[in-house]
């Protein structure tokens, strides 16, 4: 994205660097599902860099079915009321008229979310059409780079959402951070011929697979999302290489969401210090129950939506 | 006090910490080390005494605040201001630095006699980028990144007005060894007022 990395105009804004650089500021940090106000506040109080601002968390979007959309603008502004911190809500994939709204708002940030309900089926948003920055999920790096081209100014792991199970965000983040050093031996062999067999297999420009061979890295932040429901879960992604945790379910369906938001907050930002995270993990009464991924049909799991 | 753009990191502060609670102290780190100069992650208060500097990253001032407060920086930090360490607090930094934080819920370092004002020009639909006149630092106007920014809506005697936008708004400023910045110079690879900075112990 090197051509979006040139300083924007004096008094410009919307530009790549102002999108980019909001997650710059949300790494180390923990984004947090909640669905009132009061959830909001609890949810800052504990230290949390910003809010997601939703109707329901992942784990009730499943049981209760049905055709899951953006939320309520009035929910959103009261929730972005409540809070200084920066507030993000979710459109449905390829919902662009949603994302319109959310912008309209004055949401600080949009998820083009699996969580709810596709809209479209053959195209994401373009996300280059906002001056509000995007963030979205991604399994595996193609993936992840095809919504960076899209304009996505972050990147998040799917993991599947609402089960409290940590397995699947475990499995895309090692995706994604394998398959990157994979191309950075390659930018280091200068093999380009391989690097464009890579865009093809990507469906990307060869450029923005030459920028992350060569840095070693995503061009935007990349957190982790989906199932972490302690703070070990939490200092395991940032381990593995994310850098920073989106928390849904995982707090507000546990008995003391206020406790278990702070322990999140603190071994996210101690994550190399097991001493730690066994102090702030200490009696945090029931984390939420959780789902096996084996006992979700594969129709109903939320990974799969989007490509 | 001015530093030129060449002068090199021999005359620098030595070892620099960033404080990595929270926030984009990585890019700070990395500014750091393409000027030579030793830069320390700093997670924990005795690490404050290992370093000659400290830089305040930027972030959600609310999550660093809650942080250092609860791992005992801020006794600290005063102790380590007092004998004479820089400090510079970059956005969220300026708001950790601040004497005054109008309607801040949490506790603040209170380093500098400045009142600092949060999200000051609203919403991240509202962050910009802008040319700042920075006389201290050169003819070269300083390409400045404002990010859900706050702004310095006073300072007391003694405190240096560093830049202003246009219609007079302050967005950094300087006491003794105190820097504020209401942007990220991090974020950009003019590295002028990183070196500004760390002449500041110098001084």
Redesign the interface.
């Known amino acids: 994205m090197s051509a979006h990395s040139t300083?924007?105009?004096?008094?410009?804004?919307?530009?790549w660097?102002?999108k980019t650089?909001?997650a710059?500021?949300?790494?180390?940090?923990v984004i947090m599902d909640v669905v009132t106000p009061e959830h909001a506040k609890i949810a800052?109080d504990a230290?949390?860099?910003?809010v997601m601002a939703l109707e329901r968390v992942p784990a009730d979007i499943r049981a209760s079915g049905g055709v899951a959309r953006m939320s309520d603008p009035e929910m959103i502004q009261r929730i972005?009321e409540a809070v200084?911190?920066?507030v993000m809500a979710k459109c449905r994939i390829g919902h662009f008229v949603e994302a319109q709204v959310l912008?309209a708002i004055?949401v600080?940030?949009i998820d083009e979310s699996e969580v709810l309900t596709p809209a479209d089926e053959k195209y994401h948003v373009n996300k280059h059409d906002f001056?509000?920055?995007f963030v979205c999920g991604a399994r595996e790096l193609g993936e992840a780079l095809r919504r960076i081209n899209e304009g996505a100014a972050m990147i998040r792991s799917k993991g599947e959402a609402g089960t409290g199970n940590i397995v699947e965000a475990v499995r895309h983040i090692r995706a994604i951070t394998e398959a990157i050093a994979e191309l950075h031996e390659m930018a280091a062999t200068e093999l380009h011929t391989k690097l464009e067999a890579k865009a093809h297999e990507f469906r990307v420009p060869v450029e923005l697979v030459r920028e992350v061979a060569k840095a070693g890295r995503l061009p935007v932040v990349l957190f982790c999302a989906g199932g972490i429901a302690t703070p070990a879960d939490a200092a395991l992604m940032m381990q593995l290489g994310a850098e920073g945790n989106f928390v849904g379910s995982g707090i507000f369906k546990s008995a003391d969401p206020a406790r278990r938001a702070k322990a999140i907050?603190?071994a996210t930002?101690?994550f190399r210090d097991p001493k730690l995270v066994a102090e702030v993990s200490r009696g945090l009464g029931e984390a939420m129950r959780g789902l096996s991924l084996d006992t979700i049909p594969a129709a109903e799991r939320l990974a799969g939506r989007g490509w | 006090m001015p530093v030129a753009a060449g002068s090199s990191a021999a005359v620098l502060t030595a070892r620099a910490g960033v404080l990595?609670?929270?926030?984009?102290?990585?890019?700070h780190l990395a500014t750091l080390d393409r000027l030579g100069v030793e830069g320390v992650d700093v997670?924990r208060p005795a690490q404050l005494d290992e370093i000659d500097a400290l830089i305040i990253p930027?972030?959600?001032s609310?999550?660093i605040g809650?942080?250092a407060e609860?791992y005992g920086f801020i006794e600290k930090l005063r102790d380590r201001a007092a004998e004479g360490m820089p400090v510079w607090g970059t956005?969220?930094g300026a708001i950790f630095i601040a004497k005054e934080v109008p309607?801040h819920p949490h506790p603040l370092a209170a380093l500098m006699d400045m009142t600092v004002d949060?999200?000051a020009f609203?919403?991240?639909?509202?962050?910009?980028?802008?040319?700042l006149d920075v006389p201290d630092l050169g003819a070269k106007p300083f390409?400045a990144?404002f990010?859900?920014a706050p702004r310095i809506t006073r300072v007391g005697p003694g405190v240096e007005v560093l830049a202003q936008l246009d219609g007079g708004m302050i967005v950094a400023a300087r006491q003794g060894r105190l820097l504020a910045t209401s942007f990220?110079p991090e974020?950009?690879h003019d590295e002028r007022f990183h070196r500004y900075f760390l002449s500041l112990g110098k001084g």
């Open positions: 300083p924007g105009q004096n008094g410009s804004k919307g530009t660097t102002l650089g909001l710059q500021m949300l790494k180390g940090g800052e230290g949390a860099v910003a972005m200084t911190i920066p912008e004055g600080d940030y001056k509000a920055p907050v603190e930002t101690h | 990595g609670l929270q926030g984009d102290f990585a890019e997670r930027g972030g959600e609310t999550t809650k942080l609860q956005c969220a309607g949060r999200n609203g919403r991240q639909v509202d962050s910009f980028e802008a040319d390409h990144v990010i859900r990220h974020l950009t």
